[in-house]
């Protein structure tokens, strides 16, 4: 392993080494720096990555080691330093007796010690450490899981069994694409809080077969087996909440946005059950709706209605009326802030 670092020395450390004409104060020939980085990596016992809240995770050392010698090529150094709201991952090296090698990674460029460094490798070097670190979330072992349905407002503990067969489920689970998805949760919104005994997880189930996890700036997803999903509606059934106006929307087959006093609203209709894509906008926005805060009655100043929403819900039509902080649905007024151009992003119809 130790030998496997030495014939492939990290190219990033190397150059920031060498560029920096020392390692760990040890100036001399570039013979003399190349034995002593030699030395510095052959110590590395632990790779862990850091996300920009605190939270660390393992990578395999010995993925890492094999993968190691195809980072970073076409490497230049930048004199734009990384800025602090560029990095989104901390790789840390931890040496026997030595301390820790840390390169600070960002999606454009990575920085060790003083020297930055751009061009196509640091995007490459970032897709891996995000790959690798996404591998790093799965849980090992499930130590307790809560499970909640936020569309619902109902929480359960699952017991031992059930927490073996999340662990099973999420140990078969696919890392995607460092690429953002396009995807807002579907009813009744399954979260997932896990305690693996060294740290808590957050899951949030998007669809069936796909889940997300925060990991600081970033979110990665997964694709994993239905069979969770299918559980999840055996542990908190979906159901309709009592004495809640909006509930009856997330069942809605189609959703319409009509300009009704702004000429800047486009008019957009869209499905909500032909993709699940579709299906998630569509349920975000009767949350956004949700969010809104009842009136006793009308507001002196309401604002200008600026557009309606038209749910098509079974055989019927529901209309919501979108005001500049207010809407009105079945004759109840609520107030609301920024939730009009809310509503529009989630939908596209912004001209």
Not at 167 to 184: F, H, N, R, W
Request: aromatic fraction near 8%.
């Amino acid at each position: 392993m130790k030998r496997t670092l030495r014939a492939y020395v990290f190219p990033v450390l190397m150059a920031g080494l060498l560029m920096a004409g020392c390692s760990e104060g040890v100036k001399g020939t570039e013979s003399d720096m190349k034995k002593q980085l030699d030395a510095d990596l052959g110590a590395v016992e632990k790779v862990t990555v850091l996300s920009t809240d605190g939270q660390e995770v393992p990578l395999a050392l010995d993925e890492f080691l094999k993968e190691l010698p195809e980072q970073g090529k076409d490497l230049q150094v930048s004199p734009q330093p990384l800025k602090r709201d560029e990095i989104r991952y901390t790789l840390v090296l931890y040496r026997h007796k030595l301390a820790p090698l840390v390169v600070e990674v960002g999606k454009q460029a990575s920085q060790y010690g003083e020297n930055t460094y751009r061009g196509p490798g640091a995007d490459r070097f970032y897709q891996w450490i995000h790959r690798e670190a996404g591998k790093g979330l799965l849980p090992a072992a499930v130590q307790t899981a809560v499970v909640s349905a936020e569309d619902l407002g109902q929480t359960v503990t699952l017991g031992k069994t059930q927490a073996e067969f999340l662990q099973g489920v999420l140990a078969a689970a696919t890392p995607l694409s460092d690429k953002e998805i396009d995807q807002y949760p579907l009813y009744p919104h399954y979260r997932l809080r896990i305690d693996t005994g060294g740290r808590s997880l957050h899951i949030t189930m998007l669809t069936p077969t796909l889940v997300s996890i925060p990991f600081g700036r970033e979110t990665h997803y997964y694709s994993i087996q239905g069979s969770l999903f299918s559980q999840l509606t055996q542990w908190l059934p979906p159901r309709r909440t009592a004495g809640d106006a909006f509930d009856r929307l997330f069942q809605a087959s189609k959703i319409r946005v009509e300009p009704s006093g702004d000429a800047r609203v486009a008019s957009v209709e869209q499905s909500a059950t032909e993709t699940t894509v579709e299906q998630g906008k569509a349920h975000q926005c009767v949350r956004l709706l949700k969010g809104g805060v009842a009136l006793a009655g009308q507001p002196k100043s309401p604002g200008r209605e600026r557009y309606r929403l038209i749910f098509s819900v079974e055989e019927s039509e529901v209309t919501v009326h979108v005001y500049d902080r207010h809407i009105r649905f079945n004759d109840t007024w609520y107030a609301h802030e920024r939730l009009d151009d809310e509503l529009l992003t989630v939908l596209r119809a912004k001209k």
